[in-house]
Nanobody, 117 residues
Framework: QVELVESGGGLVQAGGSLRLSCTAS????????SGWYRQAPGEQRELVAT???????NYADSVKGRFVITRDNDRSMVHLQMNNLKPEDSAVYYC???????????WGQGAQVTVAT
């Protein structure tokens, strides 16, 4: 079993920055933290950023140039640095991990990010 815990959410003014972290624990032999999704009230969950095991990132168009995803394999962590935040970035952010053999997905409990105008 794999457990993911997000941290670093909060309230910030527009133009500010936050750093989210996702820490994985449990049976991680074949599981990799893959990235972040977010979900705003009344909206569908959308992909924000992904990162490969080798550290290659991909971003949604809406966050390119503002968000940076990084991986710390030694500590089984993935971080999401969010800069120049906008009110439309307000959402619950979820990290997820994927079992490389079974393709099972694991999700964290979510971290609330609120960007005030």
């Amino acid at each position: 079993q794999v457990e993911l815990v997000e941290s670093g959410g909060g309230l910030v003014q527009a133009g500010g920055s936050l750093r989210l972290s996702c820490t994985a624990s449990g049976s991680l032999y074949s599981t990799t933290i893959s990235g972040w999704y977010r979900q705003a009230p009344g909206e569908q969950r959308e992909l924000v950023a992904t990162i490969s095991r080798a550290g290659n990132p991909n971003y949604a168009d809406s966050v390119k140039g503002r968000f940076v995803i990084t991986r710390d394999n030694d500590r089984s962590m993935v971080h999401l640095q969010m800069n120049n935040l906008k009110p439309e970035d307000s959402a619950v952010y979820y990290c997820y991990a994927t079992d490389n053999y079974s393709s099972t997905s694991y999700w964290g409990q979510g971290a609330q990010v609120t960007v005030a105008t």
